[in-house]
Structure formats: C-alpha cells, structure tokens
Nanobody, 122 residues
Framework: VQLQASGGGLVQTGGSLRLSCAAS????????IGWFRQAPGKEREGVAC????????SYVESVKGRFTISRDNAENTVYLQMNSLKPEDTAVYYC????????????????WGQGTQVTVSS
C-alpha cells in the first residue's frame, strides 16, 4: 500500500507542471486525496484537496485559479495541474490519502507518498 508522486522539476516563472500521484495496493476512489507542499524553513501546507464521495475540491488561497486537482479513477491516480507558476510555489510537493474533510483536515494521520521537488526560477 503506497503512494508514488512524480512530475516535479525546474520551470521558469509562468510555466506549468503536472504532478501525478499513483496509488498501489488500494483504491483511491474511497479516500480523500490531498496535495501538500513544504518549502525550506516553512511548515507544510495543504495546497489542494479532493474529497471522496461527492468529489468536492478545495484549494489554498494562494493557488486558486492556477492549480487544479483531478482524479483518474481508472488509472488510480490523482493529478495536480499547476499553471502560472511563481517562485513562491517552489517546494517539495507530497500527496496523501486520508479520512479527511474537504480541506484535507482531520484526525486521520493518512498515508503519505514521498515528495517531488518543484522549483520555479524567477
């Protein structure tokens, strides 16, 4: 049972990246899935969340209108499309699955994948 995040890289300001989070050993469709990020010297923050069941999504204010979280249930994969990237988006991005609310908050510690580095140059 694991999550595998990929798709990070180095892009210029204004560029785009699509992160992928592939699950193995369990069905992602039954779990709320979130993307989180942690920049050097900063606390981890939730970026985007996709709730199981009703499919509602939520985003941190700083990425609204630029990032989109989506699911491909057939591929058991969740994506984070990131457009109009800014240097402040630079961080290690993690995906996680848990029993959470629409903001990916709750008591459940969740299942976490390894991170993927996103670096946005100015």
């Amino acid at each position: 049972v694991q999550l595998q995040a990929s798709g990070g890289g180095l892009v210029q300001t204004g560029g785009s990246l699509r992160l992928s989070c592939a699950a193995s050993g369990f069905n992602m469709d039954h779990w709320t899935i979130g993307w989180f990020r942690q920049a050097p010297g900063k606390e981890r923050e939730g970026v985007a969340c996709s709730r199981t069941g009703d499919g509602r999504t939520s985003y941190v204010e700083s990425v609204k209108g630029r990032f989109t979280i989506s699911r491909d249930n057939a591929e058991n994969t969740v994506y984070l499309q990131m457009n109009s990237l800014k240097p402040e988006d630079t961080a290690v991005y993690y995906c996680a699955a848990g029993i959470w609310d629409v903001h990916c908050s709750g008591q459940d510690r969740g299942l976490w994948g390894q991170g993927t580095q996103v670096t946005v140059s100015s």
